[in-house]
């Protein structure tokens, strides 16, 4: 087998010129390619109506592509896929039974799958999930944020090697968040592939070590966080002396963008560190009280959308 051959068998997810056309007139995933390495954490970004959960739904097979090919751990996706069996997901929310027990309903789900109930590692799912007794109390007494959880330990059934996960903190107050959140590093720590999708930039560098980020059904740029991050970096600033500040980065060659904030002033960087930022304020008698840098995905994600509009 040649090494590109290797690569697509042992790739979790390999999305090859993936097309969806709903009309004439809508093109919700236009010639997306895509490659989820092993073990990795990818966060597929984009505004409403990006195309991340069409995606997501031609992955595990409930719709088909117009065109192109969905790859997972080899096997070309389509309804029914036995490779499917490695793969848990919440892409659409699951219909539970409302006056029957969280484990009763998991029970169900895993059985109509006609697998044995040995096999679905129930109890590891249910910790993961950290649903505790709750688990045996009634649905529908459960917070919203429980039914997100309990949807989370159903895709969990059957230890998945590829966890598929569509706006997983979608409409959950903070701490119903960072609950989920929690189980889904606990899922990655595990070693599980988990590939998430969001429009909350703050989950996906939180959460991902990969993103990519999409619009209008196309791929943007894909790349690890920490090299999106990277590509810009914002710089926050507080001195004695705001106004004489502002007139010296407004000349300064590399500093971009300089605007006025209650306290400070933020700013673009490009080929000028911040410690050439401090001396050239302090040459000019401008004492600084704090410089810090807010490179973070929003800044790299706002520009990228940005470019790709133009």
């Known amino acids: 087998m040649t090494d590109s051959g290797r690569d697509v068998e042992q790739s979790p997810l390999l999305i090859e010129d993936l097309t969806k056309r709903y009309s004439s007139e809508v093109l919700a995933v236009d010639h997306l390619n895509l490659t989820v390495t092993p073990g990795s954490v990818l966060g597929l970004l984009g505004p409403n109506g990006a195309g991340k959960t069409t995606t997501m739904r031609m992955l595990m097979g409930l719709i088909r592509p117009s065109t192109g090919t969905v790859r997972v751990f080899g096997e070309v996706i389509k309804p029914g896929a036995a490779v499917l069996g490695r793969v848990g997901a919440l892409v659409e929310h699951p219909g539970f039974v409302p006056h029957l027990s969280g484990r009763r309903n998991l029970e169900l789900f895993w059985r109509s799958s006609g697998a044995r109930l040995a096999d679905a590692n129930m109890d ?121 500040a502002h007139a010296v980065l407004d000349r300064a060659a590399g500093c971009h963008w300089v605007t006025r904030e209650r306290r400070g002033l933020s700013f673009e960087l490009d080929g000028i560190e911040r410690k050439e930022i401090v001396a050239m304020l302090v040459e000019a008698s401008i004492g600084v009280e704090t410089i810090t840098a807010r490179h973070g995905l929003e800044d790299a994600f706002i520009e990228l959308l940005g470019d790709s509009a133009r």
């Open 124 to 244: 590891e799912a249910i910790t993961i999930a950290a649903l505790g007794s709750a688990i045996d109390r009634k649905y529908k007494t459960y917070s919203q944020g429980m039914r997100q959880r309990l949807g989370i330990a159903q895709a969990l059934l059957g230890r998945p090697d590829l966890l598929v996960l569509d706006e997983p903190t979608n409409g959950l107050d903070p701490q119903q968040t960072r609950d989920v959140r929690t189980v889904i590093r606990q899922v990655a720590r595990r070693g599980a592939t988990v590939v998430l999708s969001s429009h909350l930039l703050s989950e996906v560098e939180q959460l991902c070590d990969h993103a990519a980020v999409m619009n209008h059904g196309q791929l943007v740029v894909s790349g690890a966080v920490s090299e999106l991050v990277s590509s810009k970096t914002t710089v926050y600033l507080e001195v004695d002396d705001v106004e004489r």
